[in-house]
């Protein structure tokens, strides 16, 4: 699965793709990058004036610059502490880590302002001196890392080791497994800061004066990491907030200090599950002997054909409640195990029932229900190359070239990304993967104009339509059950982009407290997207052209590409369901559907600390006939404020061309309308599932297309913080927008689901192509005029000898004439 998030010009594109390699992959353009290694944690010294990084093409050396964002994830938005305002400090620790980051660095900075403090406090000078505990001279500098900046390495390192000291007792620091170490993303008011005077893109304007002058502040309050940490010997789940500070004594050396700010448990919950969890859960399956009696009736005795996918239990009833941890593995088999790429979900195991205990990895609950024998090798199941029907790829595709001999259009700056008049930060989570911050555009005289606060990708939900076990209970929470960025892949193992690429790298935790990076995991390149605009004057015969890449034009598009290998059932012979299509002998595809959750923390013309949009709804009105419409053509679009939440709850309507704008309710255009984004659905659908399905409870969200609700910071994810296991019904999105907040002039969150409808062709074996839904931003009087019509016209080579192609004179004069529209 593949998403982008495109910023029409250059976009940003991200590449996910299942890990249950079961379901079809997708890909959402903007929001999932990939690269070398790179220093998250950047100089505030650096300029952008200076020149662009150095680029190379796609399948040379990765450390380059480029324009468009992917993301690798194998599976179908800033995390916020889960305490409560009030929350209590169980303990308090502190826990030094010496860094080779920091003995290279000599001196960092040592964060003095509170994240409480207001602005005013924060733009306040620091004190001349300050002293060590050891009376040794400090020196305090600008933090180098930007507030957003995802965690470095030895961050991850210091927040770890630092709750690892706060165990009681040498056994509970043993049993902790940290499931997510990620930035705990400040206030907006602290990235305002430190995007005014301390980072790019330096707009000490856009902040009020400070005693009748500006003022520049030194340092940011100290960066603090969120720690989910599962402790397996308890079965506790709790949440850490650890402040990261660094010190460097004036002598040599240095190194890093953390202290736990709170820690919570939190009961009743089941946090998502990890890929050592399943790899443990695959070996213990096979080494249990009832398993290996029930394989052996079917065939099989060799274990290493054998494939056990974990998939989460869900909550169906009771006996799914989170007080234990559980999964319902599926299972598959391959035909030969000396075939590293052999696509063994062409064999299906069904009739065999396995409840599995991930804290105690150990098989509680097993029964062979159902001796349903293996289909048969399909010959058609493979998909290497050299491997495909026939055994033999096709010989005539040419290859196609990317080139930019003056190198890529954007500059990057750390995660500070600017293209043509864009700017945005790249941001990553384990939980999400790609996020998009900040995100502005330079309009002339207008300056710096704000879009969105943060844009990403918060939930993936795959319900399957086939009522037989084990498919009615494959209703995976990608982001929420799995995580989209920690099953994500490096784009060095194939290459998903063209042309010129930034690739920037990533780090999160892995389960026992280590640092894993993927290198490439995200990547940044331009891309053309045919014609941006054309008209040709029927009376001259003159034309003017202009091609898009994307960005150009003001609108921010998320595609979504779904591509992958099908979930696949087994049929007894002679066997039909309805609930899927026959793909081959013995097998099936059942019906299912994808969703997607977009989360868009709204910023349209606001400067830091305003919150003045509004949200309005637009439906197409067809006149009825009479003395208004005698010719009986009439139509027009009538809007409707969005006043509260529960009036926000709405769905998409094609027959009406329904759309919403997103409006400032103060800033005007040329015409006197408020300026604003609307939001333009693109094909939709809803879920089928009757709405007492079980997996509802879990996912009321996916009732209706889009929800609204003011910012909240604990309000990230739409079916709560765990979906895994959940059992209190409606949790998350559908029971914030109950307290029915205003929504008139207010700090706006646009949840917008959207989904496509899968109904399996023979075509879609044994790997189906990309099919793309999405949705577009699109500027909607936010701008005077369009903002493409100073792109200039593109270079033509005027030598190009007649080979099929026209030059430049020959495409203009040839151009049929049309009538303006």
Aim: aromatic share 8%.
């Amino acid at each position: 699965m593949s998403t982008h998030f495109f910023l029409r010009r250059p976009s940003p594109t991200l590449y996910i793709s299942p890990t249950r390699s079961i379901s079809p992959s997708i890909a959402v353009n903007s929001r999932y990058l990939s690269g070398k290694p790179l220093p998250l944690c950047g100089s505030a010294s650096s300029s952008m004036a200076a020149a662009p990084e150095k680029t190379t093409p796609c399948c040379k050396d990765r450390g380059v610059s480029s324009g468009g964002f992917k993301h690798g994830i194998e599976r179908s938005a800033s995390p916020q502490p889960l305490l409560p305002k009030a929350a209590s400090n169980r303990t308090t620790a502190a826990s030094s880590v010496p860094s080779e980051e920091d003995r290279n660095r000599g001196t960092a900075a040592v964060a003095a302002a509170s994240m409480t403090r207001p602005v005013a406090s924060l733009l306040e000078s620091p004190p001349a001196d300050s002293a060590s505990s050891t009376g040794g001279q400090l020196m305090l500098r600008v933090q180098t890392c930007h507030p957003l900046d995802p965690l470095s390495p030895s961050e991850i390192k210091v927040a770890v080791a630092t709750v690892r000291a706060a165990g009681a007792t040498p056994q509970e620091r043993d049993s902790m497994r940290f499931v997510e170490v990620v930035l705990l993303e400040p206030e907006k008011h602290v990235v305002a800061i430190a995007d005014a005077y301390l980072f790019p893109p330096f707009q000490p304007s856009l902040l009020p004066k400070t005693k009748g002058r500006p003022a520049n502040p030194s340092n940011l309050p100290p960066r603090q990491a969120r720690l989910l940490v599962y402790n397996r010997k308890s079965n506790e789940t709790s949440v850490w907030i650890v402040q990261l500070i660094q010190v460097h004594a004036a002598t040599r050396g240095g190194h890093h200090r953390g202290e736990v700010i709170s820690s919570k448990v939190v009961p009743d919950v089941q946090p998502s599950m990890d890929a050592a969890e399943s790899a443990e859960c695959e070996a213990a399956v096979k080494d249990y002997p009832p398993f290996r009696e029930a394989m052996k009736k079917r065939g099989i005795e060799d274990m290493d054909l054998v494939m056990v996918d974990t998939w989460c239990a869900g909550y169906y009833s009771d006996a799914d409640a989170p007080s234990r941890r559980l999964a319902k593995p599926v299972i598959f088999c391959k035909t030969e195990s000396d075939c590293p790429m052999e696509n063994g979900y062409a064999r299906p195991v069904e009739g065999i029932y396995v409840l599995f205990d991930m804290q105690n990895m150990a098989v509680i609950e097993f029964e062979d229900r159902k001796l349903v024998p293996l289909p048969p090798a399909d010959p058609l199941r493979n998909y290497t190359s050299g491997e495909t029907r026939g055994g033999v790829d096709r010989s005539d595709v040419k290859q196609l070239h990317i080139i930019q001999p003056e190198g890529p259009s954007f500059r990057v700056d750390g995660n500070f990304v600017e293209w043509q008049k864009w700017s945005f930060r790249v941001g990553f989570t384990p939980r999400e993967g790609l996020v998009i911050h900040s995100v502005a555009y330079v309009d002339g005289n207008r300056g710096r104009r704000s879009l969105a606060h943060r844009l990403s990708f918060v939930e993936i939900v795959v319900p399957y339509g086939d009522p037989y076990d084990p498919h009615y209970r494959k209703n995976a929470f990608d982001a929420g059950e799995d995580g989209l960025g920690k099953n994500a892949h490096s784009l060095k193992k194939g290459c998903d982009c063209l042309g010129y690429i930034k690739y920037f790298d990533v780090h999160f935790t892995n389960f026992t407290g280590g640092v894993q990076t993927i290198e490439n995991c995200v990547c940044l390149h331009e891309e053309d997207h045919g014609i941006l605009w054309k008209h040709q004057d029927w009376r001259t015969g003159l034309a003017e052209v202009r091609r898009s890449r994307r960005l150009t034009d003001g609108k921010i598009e998320a595609e979504v590409k779904l591509t992958g290998i099908l979930s696949l059932g087994a049929l007894q012979p002679g066997e039909v369901r309805k609930y899927g299509t026959n793909i081959a002998p013995g097998l099936y595809a059942p019906v299912h559907q994808h969703f997607f959750v977009a989360r868009m923390d709204m910023a349209i013309d606001c400067k830091p600390g305003e919150a003045l949009n509004q949200v309005v709804e637009v439906n197409i009105e067809v006149e009825e006939p009479g003395k208004d419409n005698v010719h009986n053509n009439a139509f027009y679009a009538e809007e409707r404020l969005l006043r509260s939440e529960l009036q926000a709850i709405r769905d998409c309507n094609p027959l009406s061309a329904r759309h919403w704008i997103v409006r400032n309710t103060q800033s005007v255009n040329r015409t006197g309308q408020l300026t604003g984004y609307k939001l333009v659905p693109g094909s939709n659908c809803l879920a089928l599932a009757s709405p007492e399905a079980k997996f509802l409870r879990r996912a009321a969200f996916l009732k209706h297309n889009l929800w609204v609700t003011p910012y909240a910071p604990d309000e990230m994810y739409p079916g709560g913080d765990f979906p895994k296991q959940n059992p209190r019904a409606g949790e998350g999105l559908a029971t914030w927008v109950k307290q029915n907040r205003s929504l008139e002039e207010t700090d706006i969150v646009l949840w917008y689901v959207f989904g496509l409808t899968h109904i399996p062709r023979l075509e879609d074996w044994p790997v189906m192509p990309v099919e793309h839904i999405g949705f577009t931003l699109v500027p909607h009087g936010f701008f005077n005029c369009s903002p493409a019509i100073d792109v200039p016209p593109s270079a033509y080579d005027s030598n190009v000898k007649d080979n099929g192609m026209a030059s430049k004179q020959n495409i203009q004069n040839s151009l049929p004439a049309k009538r303006v529209s």
